[in-house]
């Protein structure tokens, strides 16, 4: 089933009311800014440089794809620039603010204002229902519980869940069930959108689906970073960087990015003539 995405009323504030997310405001400062990052981990008298100085900008309203090998980085980097660890060294700017230095409160309260999760695993809370879980990031943010609900009501019809609002996690589809964490990625308002991997627990058709869903939001202005293993997941983004031992091996932009709901569209078609 194609879902058609209206997402109005959780559409990103940075997006300075562009309707086209392909055409990235070049004039416009990085959302994401990192110069030199290094991340070591120690293990024992074992260190593992994880990332050994990266640099790199990420404009308003681009769709990057981070691929790479296993253990290149991928999530160290994406952790840093969540802001849900510290680089060992490197600076890192988020919206134009040096967090590296901020306090761990700064840091959570920074994270939840600005940033939108989407993990493999979905990561939801099992014993809230679908509406319980995207209404949370709004609790954390003292934002009034008439208007949480409402938000979180139109995220949900945003990603095509209206009717599902009272169902928990286990009562929905590995799909629904990351279209919630969508709803929830969006519901602040953040100014970014990072997703490791979003689409590496589902099939090919809802994976296509929940591209579909992240294209339409960066075409509607949001910005998205996303990892993946699959060349055909990144020819849905608008710009690919690979990671190779820590560092950027490659990064390009994506000159005809790939139409997710184009694709479903001819696949209804050929089932169609088929049926
Ligand atoms: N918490 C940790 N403690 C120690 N070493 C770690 C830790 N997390 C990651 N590493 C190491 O850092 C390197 C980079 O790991 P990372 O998880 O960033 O890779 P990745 O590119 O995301 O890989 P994958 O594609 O398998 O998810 C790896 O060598 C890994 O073993
Ligand atoms: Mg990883």
Redesign the pocket.
């Known amino acids: 089933m194609v879902v058609a995405v209206e997402v109005g009323p959780v559409a990103n504030p940075s997006a300075n009311g562009r309707s086209d997310g392909r055409k990235v405001g070049r004039s416009l400062p990085p959302v994401i800014r990192v110069a030199d990052l290094r991340k070591d981990?120690h293990?024992g008298s074992n260190v593992?440089h994880?990332l050994r100085g990266v640099s790199l900008e990420v404009l308003p309203g681009e769709f990057v794809a981070i691929m790479?090998?296993?253990?290149?980085?991928?999530?160290?980097?994406m952790n840093l620039i969540g802001c849900l660890d510290r680089p060992t060294s490197g600076t890192y700017e988020l919206d134009g603010l040096e967090v590296t230095r901020l306090r761990q409160n700064a840091l959570a309260d920074l994270r939840n204002r600005k940033l939108g999760f989407i993990f493999q695993g979905f990561n939801l809370l099992p014993r809230m229902d679908a509406l319980g879980n995207v209404m949370l990031p709004m609790l954390y943010a003292g934002i009034p519980r008439r208007v949480r609900r409402e938000r979180a009501l139109a995220a949900l019809r945003a990603v095509g869940l209206a009717g599902r609002e009272r169902h928990r996690p286990s009562e929905l589809s590995g799909g629904q069930q990351q279209r919630v964490a969508i709803a929830r990625a969006l519901v602040n308002g953040p100014s970014v959108i990072l997703a490791d991997?979003p689409t590496g627990n589902l099939d090919s058709r809802t994976s296509l689906e929940i591209l579909a869903i992240l294209q339409r939001l960066n075409q509607s202005g949001a910005t998205i970073v996303l990892?993946t293993?699959e060349p055909d997941v990144a020819a849905h983004c608008s710009r690919i960087v690979v990671?190779k031992d820590?560092l950027v091996l490659s990064d390009r932009p994506v000159e005809q990015p790939r139409s997710a709901a184009a694709t479903l569209a001819e696949l209804a078609q050929t089932e169609e003539m088929v049926a």
């Open positions: 981990y293990l593992v994880a790479g090998p296993s253990g290149s980085g991928k999530s160290t980097f991997e990892v293993h990671f820590g």
